[in-house]
């Protein structure tokens, strides 16, 4: 009698140990990491009024983004997010490496900002107007019946 329970006991406790490893596996956190911060090491190689616009990018690379109006400052961007299963993803670590450059070139000035740096921007909800004719549903369901025919033997000037 004890070999018919241990036949029914041993798939069992596999299907019990697997739906609790898939549960635990599901809940494990995603780690994403955006961007590349240099190592503390390599940054500190450059010092403000000694380094050319060349010269970083030799040492760390191309910026993440470039400041659109007068492209005198480089922007190195790191960003470390974590992800509990369908849950939003929460911000851990954002750091950003800030590279100001006077006019001839040279490094003026090195920052470095944290998330708690940045501030929370809220969207305006309202649109912007645009000009021209608002269609219905039916105009823009019908409105192009008729425009792309062929033309006609009597449509086409004469020779």
């Given at each position: 009698?004890?070999?018919?329970?241990?036949?029914?006991?041993?798939?069992?406790k596999?299907?019990?140990?697997?739906?609790?490893?898939?549960?635990?596996?599901?809940?494990?956190?995603?780690?994403?990491?955006r961007?590349?911060?240099?190592?503390?090491?390599?940054?500190?190689e450059?010092?403000?009024?000694?380094?050319?616009?060349?010269?970083?990018?030799?040492?760390?690379?191309?910026?993440?983004?470039?400041?659109?109006?007068?492209?005198?400052?480089?922007?190195?961007?790191?960003?470390?997010?974590?992800?509990?299963?369908f849950?939003?993803?929460?911000?851990?670590?954002?750091?950003?490496?800030?590279?100001?450059?006077?006019?001839?070139?040279?490094?003026?000035?090195?920052?470095?900002?944290?998330?708690?740096?940045?501030?929370?921007?809220?969207?305006?909800?309202?649109?912007?107007?645009?000009?021209?004719?608002?269609?219905?549903?039916?105009?823009?369901?019908?409105?192009?019946?008729?425009?792309?025919?062929?033309?006609?033997?009597?449509?086409?000037?004469?020779?």
């Amino acid at each position: 009698m004890s070999t018919g329970n241990n036949l029914f006991y041993k798939p069992l406790k596999i299907l019990i140990i697997s739906y609790f490893t898939i549960h635990l596996i599901g809940c494990t956190p995603k780690i994403d990491i955006r961007g590349n911060l240099p190592n503390p090491e390599i940054l500190s190689e450059i010092k403000t009024g000694d380094h050319s616009r060349t010269e970083v990018e030799e040492i760390l690379g191309t910026p993440s983004s470039v400041t659109m109006f007068d492209g005198e400052k480089w922007l190195y961007i790191s960003e470390r997010t974590e992800t509990l299963a369908f849950l939003e993803p929460k911000l851990k670590e954002r750091k950003v490496l800030i590279f100001s450059f006077n006019k001839k070139g040279i490094v003026s000035k090195i920052e470095i900002l944290d998330a708690e740096s940045g501030k929370e921007i809220q969207p305006v909800s309202r649109t912007t107007a645009t000009s021209g004719s608002d269609f219905g549903f039916f105009q823009q369901m019908f409105g192009n019946l008729g425009r792309f025919n062929k033309p006609d033997a009597s449509d086409s000037p004469e020779r």
